[in-house]
């Protein structure tokens, strides 16, 4: 796992944001294409986009979409933390082979106060973002619970607000757009369409994941991207175990009654949301516009929905489907508006 750059950040430090996820918001360096790939007019004609960029964009874009789906199939049948917890677990000790493997065993080291940071912010964005989304979907569809989740960008900016800073009028328009979105998603749980507890644990859930994203942008992380995913997987993964274990999700949970489609759900997080796209997102961030990269943000969200209805049966409601283009604009027009500042 691990995230995608926060769409309403500065451009240089693009964060991942997106709880459901397997995305770990990373200290992205600053892409070297900026220069390369001027955005006002009069500077040297932009550089054309290979095949290997539009493919890396459609794996963030279905892999990433379809990992709210993922979730809802793994908690059939396995509690929602325990689950969360050992995905990113297996995720870390994978990526951390990885990393070893390609760059030597030194490239895990780490300085106390780093390893801290890191470990602070695996627990804001995997334990408080995407454990929350599994509690969550266990009581609203995984569509719904993309929808919610696509806010995120919505209360980064509130929390970059809250911490000094002065966003862009075309910002704050889709802020309020965003919680005007946000207020007809709500009304399946007002009315009692779906659980109202399922629904606030995304919005909390989108809240944390938003809080580690700003937080990653200040706090020191290890300067290797990887390696700072790492360490966030493995306090993140840890996290949801203990949390898992005071909840008491261990009580009655039999592995061998876990079903198929569950395992396999299961190792497609870990394998496909966790490692391969995030590593074609972390490329992305450096062979492509972030304004391209940042478009996941609204087309996820989407992807999500439609697999939802296709492969699950989930209703595509009025709410969910009204409220759902409203946030998508908010989130578009947060994004177009922070990255032509």
Same mark, same amino acid.
């Given at each position: 796992?691990?995230?995608?750059?926060?769409?309403?950040?500065?451009?240089?430090?693009?964060?991942?944001?997106? &709880?459901?996820?397997?995305?770990?918001?990373?200290?992205?360096?600053?892409? @070297?294409?900026?220069?390369?790939?001027?955005?006002?007019?009069?500077?040297?004609? #932009?550089?054309?986009?290979?095949?290997?960029?539009?493919?890396?964009?459609?794996?963030?874009?279905?892999?990433?979409?379809?990992?709210?789906?993922?979730? #809802?199939?793994?908690?059939?049948?396995?509690?929602?933390?325990?689950?969360?917890?050992?995905?990113?677990?297996?995720?870390?000790? !994978?990526?951390?082979?990885?990393?070893?493997?390609?760059?030597? &065993?030194?490239?895990?080291?780490?300085?106390?106060?780093?390893?801290?940071?890191?470990?602070?912010?695996?627990?804001?964005?995997?334990?408080?973002?995407?454990?929350?989304?599994?509690?969550?979907?266990?009581?609203?569809?995984?569509?719904?619970?993309?929808?919610?989740?696509?806010?995120? &960008?919505?209360?980064?900016?509130?929390?970059?607000?809250?911490?000094?800073? #002065?966003?862009?009028?075309?910002?704050?328009?889709?802020?309020?757009?965003?919680?005007?979105?946000?207020?007809?998603?709500?009304?399946?749980?007002?009315?009692?369409?779906?659980?109202?507890?399922?629904? !606030?644990?995304?919005?909390?859930?989108?809240?944390?994941?938003?809080?580690?994203?700003?937080?990653?942008?200040?706090?020191?992380?290890?300067?290797?991207?990887?390696?700072?995913?790492?360490?966030?997987?493995?306090?993140?993964?840890?996290?949801?175990?203990?949390?898992? !274990?005071?909840?008491?999700?261990?009580?009655?949970?039999?592995?061998?009654?876990?079903?198929?489609?569950?395992?396999?759900?299961?190792?497609? !997080?870990?394998?496909?949301?966790?490692?391969?796209?995030?590593?074609?997102?972390?490329?992305?961030?450096?062979?492509? @516009?972030?304004?391209?990269?940042?478009?996941?943000?609204?087309?996820? &969200?989407?992807?999500?929905?439609?697999?939802?209805?296709?492969?699950?049966?989930?209703?595509?409601?009025?709410?969910?489907?009204?409220?759902?283009?409203?946030?998508?604009?908010?989130?578009?027009?947060?994004?177009?508006?922070?990255?032509?500042?």
């Amino acid at each position: 796992m691990t995230s995608p750059a926060d769409p309403s950040a500065d451009a240089s430090a693009d964060l991942p944001a997106d &709880p459901s996820a397997d995305r770990v918001a990373v200290a992205a360096p600053t892409p @070297p294409f900026t220069a390369a790939l001027p955005e006002k007019p009069g500077q040297p004609a #932009r550089r054309r986009l290979g095949g290997a960029v539009w493919a890396a964009l459609a794996i963030v874009y279905v892999v990433w979409g379809s990992t709210y789906l993922g979730i #809802r199939v793994v908690v059939e049948t396995v509690p929602p933390f325990l689950a969360s917890g050992s995905r990113f677990i297996v995720a870390g000790l !994978l990526l951390a082979a990885i990393v070893a493997w390609r760059h030597g &065993p030194a490239a895990l080291k780490v300085d106390r106060r780093r390893l801290g940071s890191a470990a602070l912010v695996g627990l804001l964005l995997i334990l408080g973002g995407n454990g929350l989304v599994n509690l969550a979907e266990t009581d609203i569809p995984s569509g719904l619970a993309a929808l919610l989740i696509a806010a995120v &960008p919505v209360w980064v900016v509130l929390l970059r607000r809250a911490a000094g800073e #002065r966003p862009g009028p075309g910002a704050y328009g889709g802020v309020l757009l965003g919680v005007a979105g946000l207020a007809v998603l709500t009304l399946p749980g007002l009315s009692g369409d779906v659980g109202i507890g399922g629904v !606030l644990a995304v919005l909390l859930a989108a809240l944390l994941w938003s809080l580690g994203t700003v937080s990653s942008a200040r706090l020191p992380l290890p300067a290797n991207p990887f390696t700072a995913s790492v360490y966030e997987m493995l306090a993140g993964g840890v996290g949801g175990i203990v949390v898992g !274990l005071l909840r008491g999700e261990h009580h009655g949970f039999d592995p061998g009654a876990v079903s198929g489609s569950s395992w396999a759900a299961l190792a497609y !997080l870990v394998v496909f949301g966790s490692l391969i796209a995030f590593t074609a997102y972390a490329w992305l961030l450096q062979s492509a @516009p972030i304004s391209l990269a940042a478009t996941y943000a609204y087309v996820n &969200p989407v992807v999500a929905v439609l697999l939802g209805a296709l492969i699950l049966d989930e209703a595509l409601t009025w709410p969910i489907l009204l409220g759902g283009g409203i946030v998508v604009a908010a989130v578009c027009l947060i994004v177009t508006t922070e990255r032509r500042g």
